[in-house]
């Protein structure tokens, strides 16, 4: 790796790990900015969902824009974006300018994820250098994700929920200050059309679908509401793959979909995302209310999480030089599930801490083995010009994946409560942790069987 090579790689992973860092850092400062601004309990749940609807739904968009009109502008033009949103945010005398703050968060994350990623993958050669930059960006991050929660504790308790926002704009301005000067751009040279009704269709699917989803953890699976989110997704989803069949210059080819390493990839990491998110926030709910835990301390016991993350991160791409992409997924997988089965024996009491610490650790190395397997596989053997594409479909997974785990862990733990009490809700936690290992264990056979052939293995 050149001089240059690691200056473009320090800039891009500080930016996806700012990104990361963005989707939990105000999960824990939730009810004291609802008391600072004014905000409602009902309309509390905006401050995260307004970020996850525009960070998921406008993704694949902004994947392709990037490969139409440019990488390197679409990301240094939503890394501006995001700057000034989170100085506004911190700034925020009312729920209404904090709202749209993190609409503005949730459109640059949605931009600048797909772009950052297709411009690492252009920058770095098909082969390990490419499999151990995402495998550090993979790392980064899962371990933002997790810090996030830790940093949001500390920043809220030591200073102001305010810093939560505030955090961004010195890393925005490096960055801003050092990529143009490190990383060039790429794009077609022969633009199409971009295809508007294909990027209305997908956009309004996704954002139904992830509302939906939303609403599904708020008032349950049995709301009005929710399911017909859902509904009008999976209509508008339908519509927009029938009109990609069509169209002369779709928003997704559909033989881009039609890879097996691109369609099977996604979906591993789909379930890779899904679980490990939703694990943590069963664990939380156990950390809190089965044990006591304040929430700080709740978020601190996750820190061997993010080491198991970062360690996932960085072995993975040697595992994919020694063996294949798919190989790494699925030890990753069979880790990942046995780690999460192994926390069914949590008791209401301290004297199994330690096992929650192992499972955790353990278990965060199994994901990040899928999810750098999963990125591996899902951009590999593709050309330059449908990076963008590929990774915007990577990066939409992801979003998904995050938003979807949390509602459907919820529900099956809600529904599994049967009384009140420690016991009862510990009964809940565990019928979800099961639950959430099986579906690991799913997506390690479906990915073992459809996800046929070798995968070219880095040398």
Same mark, same amino acid.
């Given at each position: 790796?050149?001089?240059?090579?690691?200056?473009?790689?320090?800039?891009?992973?500080?930016?996806?790990?700012?990104?990361? *860092?963005?989707?939990?850092?105000?999960?824990?400062?939730?009810?004291?900015?609802?008391?600072?601004?004014?905000?409602?309990?009902? &309309?509390?749940q905006w401050i995260t969902t307004s970020f996850a609807l525009c960070a998921a739904g406008?993704?694949?968009?902004?994947?392709?824009?990037?490969?139409?009109?440019?990488?390197?502008?679409?990301?240094?033009? /939503?890394?501006?974006?995001? %700057?000034?949103?989170?100085?506004?945010?911190?700034?925020?005398?009312?729920?209404?300018?904090?709202?749209?703050?993190?609409?503005? @968060?949730?459109? =640059?994350?949605?931009?600048?994820?797909?772009?950052?990623?297709?411009?690492?993958?252009?920058?770095?050669?098909? %082969?390990?250098?490419?499999?151990?930059?995402?495998?550090? &960006?993979?790392?980064?991050?899962?371990?933002?994700?997790?810090?996030?929660?830790?940093?949001?504790?500390?920043? +809220?308790?030591?200073?102001?929920?305010?810093?939560?926002?505030?955090?961004?704009?010195?890393?925005?301005?490096?960055?801003?200050?050092?990529?143009?000067?490190?990383?060039?751009?790429?794009?077609?040279?022969?633009?199409?059309?971009?295809?508007?009704?294909?990027?209305?269709?997908?956009?309004?699917?996704?954002?139904?679908?992830?509302?939906?989803?939303? @609403?599904? %953890?708020?008032?349950?699976?049995?709301?009005?509401?929710?399911?017909?989110?859902?509904?009008?997704?999976? *209509?508008?989803?339908?519509?927009?793959?029938?009109?990609?069949?069509?169209?002369?210059?779709?928003?997704?080819?559909?033989?881009?979909?039609?890879?097996?390493?691109? /369609?099977?990839? &996604?979906?591993?990491?789909?379930?890779?995302?899904?679980?490990?998110?939703?694990?943590?926030?069963?664990?939380?709910?156990?950390? @809190?209310?089965?044990?006591?835990?304040?929430?700080?301390? =709740?978020?601190?016991? !996750?820190?061997?999480?993010?080491?198991?993350?970062?360690?996932?991160?960085?072995?993975?791409?040697?595992?994919?030089?020694?063996?294949?992409?798919?190989?790494?997924?699925?030890?990753?997988?069979?880790?990942?599930?046995? /780690?999460?089965?192994?926390?069914?024996?949590?008791?209401?009491?301290?004297a199994t801490m330690w096992l929650l610490l192992l499972g955790t650790f353990v278990g965060?190395?199994?994901?990040?083995?899928?999810?750098?397997?999963?990125?591996? +596989?899902?951009?590999?053997?593709?050309?330059?010009?449908?990076?963008?594409?590929?990774?915007?479909? $990577?990066?939409?997974?992801?979003?998904?994946?995050?938003?979807?785990?949390?509602?459907?862990?919820? =529900?099956? $733990?809600?529904?599994?409560?049967?009384?009140?009490?420690?016991?009862?809700?510990?009964? %809940?936690?565990?019928?979800?942790?099961? $639950?959430?290992?099986?579906?690991?264990?799913?997506?390690?056979?479906?990915?073992?069987? !459809?996800?046929?052939?070798? @995968?070219?293995?880095?040398?």
């Open positions: 790796m050149t001089p240059r090579m690691k200056v473009i790689l320090v800039v891009l992973l500080s930016a996806q790990f700012m990104l990361a *860092v963005d989707f939990s850092i105000l999960n824990v400062a939730l009810p004291i900015i609802g008391e600072g601004l004014g905000f409602t309990l009902a &309309n509390l406008f993704t694949l968009l902004f994947g392709r824009v990037a490969d139409l009109f440019g990488r390197k502008r679409l990301f240094l033009g /939503a890394l501006a974006v995001l %700057g000034i949103s989170s100085l506004v945010g911190g700034f925020a005398p009312t729920p209404e300018v904090l709202i749209a703050a993190r609409v503005f @968060q949730g459109l =640059a994350t949605a931009a600048m994820t797909p772009a950052g990623l297709s411009l690492l993958t252009t920058s770095f050669p098909e %082969g390990p250098l490419r499999d151990k930059a995402l495998g550090l &960006n993979g790392a980064l991050m899962s371990a933002g994700f997790t810090s996030g929660a830790i940093l949001g504790g500390l920043l +809220t308790d030591l200073l102001s929920w305010r810093w939560a926002f505030f955090i961004n704009v010195p890393v925005v301005v490096v960055v801003l200050i050092v990529a143009p000067l490190v990383i060039n751009d790429s794009r077609m040279n022969d633009r199409p059309k971009l295809d508007m009704p294909g990027a209305l269709l997908v956009t309004g699917g996704l954002l139904a679908v992830v509302f939906g989803l939303t @609403q599904a %953890g708020e008032a349950g699976w049995g709301s009005t509401v929710a399911l017909g989110s859902l509904a009008l997704g999976a *209509v508008l989803l339908a519509a927009f793959y029938a009109v990609e069949r069509k169209v002369a210059a779709p928003l997704v080819p559909l033989q881009v979909l039609g890879r097996r390493t691109v /369609a099977w990839g &996604n979906i591993a990491g789909l379930v890779a995302f899904l679980t490990e998110t939703s694990l943590v926030f069963l664990l939380t709910l156990y950390l @809190q209310n089965v044990l006591g835990f304040t929430p700080m301390a =709740a978020g601190l016991s !996750f820190a061997v999480l993010g080491l198991g993350t970062v360690l996932g991160g960085v072995f993975a791409p040697r595992v994919i030089g020694w063996t294949s992409a798919k190989s790494t997924l699925l030890i990753g997988g069979i880790v990942q599930a046995a /780690a999460t089965f192994a926390l069914l024996a949590l008791g209401t009491d301290q965060g190395v199994g994901n990040m083995f899928v999810i750098v397997g999963f990125m591996v +596989t899902a951009t590999s053997g593709l050309p330059d010009h449908e990076q963008g594409l590929a990774t915007g479909l $990577a990066t939409m997974t992801q979003q998904v994946g995050i938003t979807m785990g949390t509602p459907i862990m919820s =529900a099956i $733990a809600n529904s599994a409560m049967v009384g009140a009490g420690v016991v009862a809700i510990l009964d %809940g936690l565990s019928v979800a942790i099961a $639950a959430n290992a099986t579906i690991v264990l799913l997506g390690v056979l479906a990915s073992a069987f !459809f996800l046929r052939g070798k @995968q070219k293995a880095a040398a």
